[in-house]
């Protein structure tokens, strides 16, 4: 890593004070500093609602050194949104490439996410509203692409039609999310027993699919 350039304070030692010495950031350390606080900023109030103004201001420094190193508010916020979808991504993709039974990898997965909200809970706010680039829904339609292959093993082991799991994907993968949108405010019950209960309905369901479901008749539902 580069040396870090040090300045003297001004105020000499007429006084008996020894001078300030402060630590002037490199460009790689002053990069990770503005996408912190814009992280901050964005879970906070949102990409319409934060300005560079607030991030050089939170940053302690010039609105300048925000575009020298973003190009602008929209090339920091996709900088930002692209960590964390990589972030979550990768997480969600070791356990559903583990190989292990897929009821496990259900509940890992739900886990995964309920755990990647209580530790990056900023990121996650950012992920779940996010309206200008679409990279949640990009993002979720990402991981049920990796759900529907287990799912067409399951369903081929089982002798269900494969045909449809793609939807079951996205079905699963839409229930836990929101229930992940949910959790983010309550936070109870623990995120293991919330995994267990998604697993409860989701798996449960899948393990008793109808080979030809049929929707109901319409003179039994009322």
Same mark, same amino acid.
């Given at each position: 890593?580069?040396?870090?350039r040090?300045?003297? *304070?001004?105020?000499? *030692?007429?006084d008996? &004070?020894?001078?300030?010495? /402060?630590?002037?950031?490199t460009?790689?350390?002053r990069r990770q500093?503005?996408?912190?606080?814009? /992280?901050?900023? !964005?879970a906070e109030?949102?990409f319409?609602g934060?300005s560079?103004?607030e991030i050089?201001?939170r940053?302690k420094?010039?609105? $300048?050194?925000? =575009?020298?190193h973003f190009g602008?508010?929209?090339?920091?916020?996709a900088v930002? &949104?692209?960590?964390?979808m990589?972030?979550?991504?990768?997480r969600?993709?070791?356990?559903l490439?583990?190989g @292990?039974?897929?009821?496990?990898m259900?509940? @890992?997965?739900?886990?995964?996410?309920l755990t990647?909200?209580? +530790?990056?809970? *900023?990121?996650f706010r950012i992920?779940?509203? *996010?309206?200008?680039?679409?990279a !949640?829904?990009?993002l979720?339609?990402d991981?049920a692409?990796?759900?529907e =292959? &287990?799912l067409? /093993? +399951? !369903?081929?082991?089982?002798?269900v039609s494969?045909?449809?799991?793609?939807m =079951?994907a996205q %079905?699963?993968v839409? %229930?836990?999310s929101v229930?992940?949108m949910w959790?983010?405010?309550?936070?109870k019950?623990k995120r293991?027993?919330?995994?267990?209960?998604?697993?409860?309905?989701?798996?449960?369901g899948?393990a008793h699919?109808?080979?030809? $479901?049929?929707?109901? $008749? /319409?003179?039994?539902r009322?």
């Amino acid at each position: 890593m580069a040396a870090r350039r040090r300045t003297r *304070d001004s105020r000499g *030692d007429a006084d008996g &004070v020894a001078p300030v010495t /402060r630590v002037r950031m490199t460009g790689k350390e002053r990069r990770q500093q503005l996408l912190d606080v814009a /992280r901050e900023l !964005f879970a906070e109030k949102g990409f319409d609602g934060t300005s560079i103004e607030e991030i050089a201001a939170r940053a302690k420094v010039s609105k $300048p050194v925000v =575009y020298e190193h973003f190009g602008g508010k929209e090339g920091l916020y996709a900088v930002v &949104v692209d960590r964390e979808m990589s972030e979550l991504l990768n997480r969600l993709t070791r356990v559903l490439s583990e190989g @292990q039974h897929p009821r496990d990898m259900v509940e @890992q997965a739900a886990l995964v996410l309920l755990t990647y909200i209580e +530790e990056e809970t *900023d990121g996650f706010r950012i992920l779940s509203r *996010d309206s200008t680039s679409g990279a !949640f829904s990009s993002l979720l339609n990402d991981i049920a692409t990796q759900v529907e =292959y &287990v799912l067409v /093993r +399951e !369903f081929g082991q089982r002798g269900v039609s494969t045909k449809h799991a793609a939807m =079951y994907a996205q %079905m699963l993968v839409g %229930m836990v999310s929101v229930t992940g949108m949910w959790w983010l405010e309550e936070r109870k019950p623990k995120r293991e027993e919330v995994a267990a209960h998604l697993v409860n309905l989701g798996w449960n369901g899948l393990a008793h699919l109808e080979a030809k $479901p049929r929707p109901i $008749p /319409r003179h039994k539902r009322s």
